[in-house]
Nanobody, 128 residues
Framework: VQLQASGGGLAQAGGSLTLSCTAS??????????MGWFRQAPGTEREFVGA????????VYADSVKGRFTVSRDNAKNTVYLQMNSLKPEDTAVYYC????????????????????WGRGTLVTVSS
């Protein structure tokens, strides 16, 4: 299974970007997985950004992005999105999408060990 993230690029502080992540295989069963977004800035560990439930009815976010970022999904298109608004220079990182069989009910969903499938990542750079 291949998860392909796209939409990264350069943005100014205060601006917006939308990332997409698409599962390449129809047999993946995209709608049976909760999807998460993580990011990793240079010299730091990968950190949780947000996640969305299988049907898109529930979302959870890291405190650092709550109110600015929105995770959504379109199961018909096998795609999950990360809408990023009010971007800050500290949002600069490589962003990864990932798929998990775990539920958003559990705090475990915020750890990268909960996720079985990962995309390659897309770079977001926010200039001040």
């Amino acid at each position: 299974v291949q998860l392909q993230a796209s939409g990264g690029g350069l943005a100014q502080a205060g601006g917006s970007l939308t990332l997409s992540c698409t599962a390449s295989e129809r047999t993946f069963g995209f709608s049976t997985y909760a999807m998460g977004w993580f990011r990793q800035a240079p010299g730091t560990e990968r950190e949780f950004v947000g996640a969305i439930s299988r049907n898109g009815g529930s979302t959870v976010y890291a405190d650092s992005v709550k109110g600015r970022f929105t995770v959504s999904r379109d199961n018909a298109k096998n795609t999950v999105y990360l809408q990023m608004n009010s971007l800050k220079p500290e949002d600069t990182a490589v962003y990864y999408c990932a798929a998990t069989s775990s539920s958003l009910v559990f705090g475990y969903i915020r750890t990268d060990s909960a996720y079985a499938y990962w995309g390659r990542g897309t770079l977001v750079t926010v200039s001040s």
